[in-house]
């Protein structure tokens, strides 16, 4: 079975530029997620979807953050414009169904250096 | 705040010593899960207790949770190099998935 994947891999920008990270779920799963991962901390949730409607968005940064889920299977998730606080590892994760009680699966990571 | 504390949050063994972390939280859960991450294979879900359960094996892992106290303990027996990771503690409330700040567990050789 085929994992989360997600690309690109790395990203190196300057300020203020934006920038957009793509994720491919698990086939199937319903539910997926992105996380943002400062150097040192656990990650924290930034955006649920369930196929494609919005679950929890609460700690989305919304004046530079966005994401869309297309047709409840890829999502993309955007910084415009960036700022260097936003310099971390962007994990995307899925799970089949609502994630209460389910695995959530990760994918490798986007590591954003922001200069 | 939902967030689980790890404890202690870094943890240096020898190799084939058994390694306990230890987890508290502050608000009532739906179930809570612990997930390694490490260079190699990223963020990966080790095992998951719920609200009524004590305790959980899976191999060389034993989880136990004790509500009361809210707390829950991760113990690796007969650890590996392949160990050598960090450990996250997940609370799971109503809706959401909250990681804490991990504890760095390395093993020496």
């Known amino acids: 079975e085929a994992g989360v994947a997600q690309s690109p891999r790395y990203k190196i920008i300057e300020k203020r530029q934006s920038v957009a990270f793509w994720c491919n779920p698990i086939?199937?799963?319903?539910?997926l997620y992105w996380y943002q991962q400062i150097l040192g901390q656990g990650p924290k949730l930034l955006i649920q979807?369930?196929?494609?409607?919005?679950?929890?968005d609460s700690q989305l940064p919304k004046d530079r953050f966005s994401a869309e889920r297309l047709k409840g299977v890829d999502s993309t998730l955007k910084i415009q414009p960036a700022k260097l606080e936003d310099s971390a590892v962007y994990l995307c994760?899925?799970?089949?169904?609502?994630?209460?009680?389910?695995?959530?699966?990760f994918g490798p990571g986007t590591r954003l250096t922001v200069l | 705040s939902q967030q689980g504390e790890e404890d202690p949050q870094a943890l240096s063994i020898q190799e084939g010593e058994n390694a306990t972390m230890n987890c508290s939280y502050k608000t009532s859960i739906n179930n809570l899960q612990w997930y390694r991450q490490n260079s190699g294979r990223g963020l990966v879900h080790l095992i998951l207790i719920r609200s009524n359960e004590r305790e959980k094996h899976s191999g060389r892992l034993r989880v136990t949770l004790d509500t009361s106290k809210k707390s829950s303990s991760l113990l690796i027996t007969a650890s590996r190099a392949a160990d050598t990771a960090s450990y996250f503690c997940?609370?799971?409330?109503?809706?959401?998935?909250?990681f804490g700040q991990g504890t760095r567990l390395t093993i020496n050789p």
């Open positions: 086939s199937g799963h319903a539910t």
């Open positions: 979807f369930q196929n494609n409607g919005v679950v929890d």
């Open positions: 997940v609370i799971q409330g109503a809706q959401k998935l909250v």
């Open positions: 994760a899925s799970s089949l169904l609502s994630g209460r009680t389910d695995t959530q699966y």
